[in-house]
């Protein structure tokens, strides 16, 4: 694959997120063993989580037009891709996405400011194919449009998914996979307590990654809390993030 070129899989022109291990709860028989999580979504749906802020649905074809503007901004795709997407690629990326919430049964979701209603982004959980070196395995990943950065709504989506998957896929170690350039990717997995489990490189594209890796007993161990939220003085200094709702 070229720089450049989407490719049919995810977060990093692959999947996105992280990469995690399971290993307790039932197989699922399907090749390459991808866990435990299979049953379990199959019988209650992929979840809307909540956080004070945000509403974590599943993306629907309906959501074309509100993440085509954020997917058209260079730098929501500048790792790996180092460009916009257009809106003929947002629509493929969320048809594929809703073929995974059926199969296989996890896909990433929509990041929506509770206050205004409006499509922040994206963020969730997903498997890392374009990675098979580190397979099986559950990612937690993120992608917000300029103007809903520096609100903490990564840091809180990634949490809420953190809490998901290991309250409720029981999944063992979830990975987040970044390149060393993304500060700001790292520095959201830094502060959800992610360590670096090995350094690599992009298969198809051939860029530097650092996969990250949180087990769970170590997620517990930190106090499994929830991170910090935009303060009062981060809204009053200017950054634009809306309040709490009442
Ligand atoms: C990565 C991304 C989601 C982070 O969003 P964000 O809104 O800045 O994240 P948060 O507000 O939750 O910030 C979390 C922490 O990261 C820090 N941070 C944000 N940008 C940073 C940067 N460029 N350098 C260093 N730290 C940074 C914040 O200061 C905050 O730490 P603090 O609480 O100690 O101040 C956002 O930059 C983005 O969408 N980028 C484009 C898509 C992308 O590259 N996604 C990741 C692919 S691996």
Known sequence: MRL?????D???GASPPCHSRPTRGEKSAEPGGRGSWRPYHR????PTLETDRLTLRPLTADDVDSLSELHAQESFWRFPFQRGWSRDETRAFLKRTVERYSDPGIAVSAVVVRATGQLAGWAGLSV???LPEILPAIEVGWRLGEQYRG?????QSGEAWLRYGFEQLDVDTIVSIYEPD????GAVMKQLGFVLDRETTHPALGVRLHVMSLARAA?????????????PADIQNGKGCPPSPA
């Open 4 to 8: 450049g070129d989407v490719s049919d």
């Open 10 to 12: 995810g977060l990093h």
């Open 43 to 46: 019988a209650v749906g992929w």
């Open 128 to 130: 890392p194919t374009f």
């Open 151 to 155: 609100c903490g709504y990564a840091s």
């Open 182 to 185: 993304n500060a700001a990717s």
């Open 219 to 231: 997620w517990i161990r930190a106090g499994a809390k929830t991170p910090h939220d935009a303060t």
